[in-house]
């Protein structure tokens, strides 16, 4: 765990983080600006509500980078733990200077890339850290990075003194649509992923799509399943507008950001806590979270989830005769490159026990999400193990070569 007060140490030590990323990142202009803009640009808010918490979701380029938006986030604290990865804090070194001009005392804790950093061993690290910071509730936890990042920042946070302010500047598409928003926390224990974590909304969320440019094609498909997901099981109109990730379509992606994020707001307004209709979020993932960890994380997040939503689609077909549901999803999923048939080594024993262990599972009661036509939802039992080895034979099973 690293943290210094101006941030020079840690740029030195990210310096061998920038030479291996930049064979797989564009060569155009990558990084956040780097210096405050004397005319912001225009920006977009979505408002979201979370049962009694009220906050932004700000949508504005290049504003990671300005003093301006941080001396507003900061506000009177006087500490500012930023908790990012290596490779992100060599990406965006624009926001961690940024914050250490806002006259707040910059605290910056380097945890792991991905999913290795969500654990109780790294967790413990982050609560040493603050610790010796001296680090009280009025200060202020910063998640700069991506859906690890920020769950795992949003836990600590929502546990050190049990409750440190939060605010998340989230750097890949699939944060800016999905984990930054709602307040979902977790860390990883042997038996699953995120089985540990808490429900914490941030104050607000920092949206800048200049994040995008920073992004290899895989990370922005990745991005892309949770934004199918929103069109599958609230907003239609989002299937329609799924750009091509190998090109740039900045003002389609500024689209597809805020429109997943309204319909995902509009879903966790009423029910916070996962009992209701905010269980529709969880489409392809009981089956895509079970593919993830069996595969060793060597599938993304949202590639997993893409073959979660196939599964689930195949499932609705069999349970409730439903046509086309299937191909429909295929479709969609091909579009943007993302996979549809599994390629790692993971049996259908293996998914089926993890899929078992899911926090949202409850024996006897719906809580797998099926999307019977575009734009709705609706839950089911747990389907029968035949049923669920027919699926998983069906559409999943990787082709025999």
């Not at 060569?27 to 640009?41: D, I, L, N």
């Not at 003194?161 to 926390?185: C, E, I």
């Not at 540990?196 to 200049?210: H, K, M, N, S």
């Not at 995902?264 to 979020?281: F, I, M, N, S, Y």
């Amino acid at each position: 765990m690293h943290w210094d007060r101006h941030g020079s140490a840690a740029r030195r030590a990210c310096e061998p983080a920038v030479r291996r990323l930049a064979g797989t990142q564009r060569a155009a202009a990558r990084k956040a600006p780097e210096v405050e803009e004397a005319v912001p640009p225009a920006s977009a808010t979505v408002v979201i509500r979370a049962g009694s918490a009220t906050y932004p979701f700000t949508l504005a380029s290049g504003q990671l980078g300005r003093i301006g938006t941080w001396r507003e986030a900061v506000g009177n604290a006087r500490t500012v733990a930023v908790i990012t990865s290596r490779p992100v804090a060599a990406l965006f070194p624009g926001a961690l200077r940024a914050i250490a001009e806002t006259g707040a005392r910059r605290v910056v804790l380097e945890i792991p890339d991905g999913e290795d950093a969500k654990t109780l061993q790294v967790v413990g690290r982050c609560y040493q850290a603050l610790a010796q910071a001296r680090f009280t509730r009025s200060d202020l936890v910063v998640a700069l990075g991506g859906g690890t990042v920020t769950d795992l920042a949003g836990f600590v946070a929502s546990t050190w003194k049990r409750r440190a302010r939060l605010v998340h500047a989230p750097t890949t598409l699939l944060t800016l649509v999905d984990a930054a928003v709602g307040g979902k926390t977790g860390i990883n224990l042997p038996s699953g992923k995120n089985l540990a974590g808490t429900f914490y909304q941030p104050e607000r969320v920092l949206a800048d799509e200049t994040v995008l440019t920073s992004l290899p094609v895989r990370e922005l498909r990745s991005g892309l399943a949770e934004v199918i997901k929103c069109g599958f099981i609230a907003d239609p109109a989002i299937l329609d507008l799924l750009p091509d990730p190998a090109r740039a379509q900045a003002q389609r992606y500024l689209r597809l950001i805020e429109l997943s994020v309204r319909a995902k707001a509009q879903l966790l307004a009423d029910d916070v806590t996962d009992r209701g209709l905010r269980r529709h979020l969880n489409y392809g993932h009981t089956a895509g979270q079970a593919i993830e960890t069996a595969s060793g994380f060597t599938l993304r997040h949202g590639e997993a989830v893409a073959l979660g939503m196939v599964y689930a689609a195949r499932l609705c077909e069999l349970l409730t005769g439903a046509r086309g549901v299937t191909a429909d999803t295929q479709d969609a999923l091909h579009r943007v490159g993302l996979p549809t048939r599994l390629q790692a080594a993971v049996s259908f024993e293996r998914m089926w026990d993890l899929m078992q262990q899911d926090k949202k599972v409850s024996p006897g009661r719906p809580s797998f999400v099926l999307s019977p036509r575009r734009g709705t939802a609706t839950l089911a039992c747990m389907p029968q193990r035949e049923i669920a080895r027919a699926a998983f034979d069906d559409v999943l099973r990787p082709e025999r070569r």
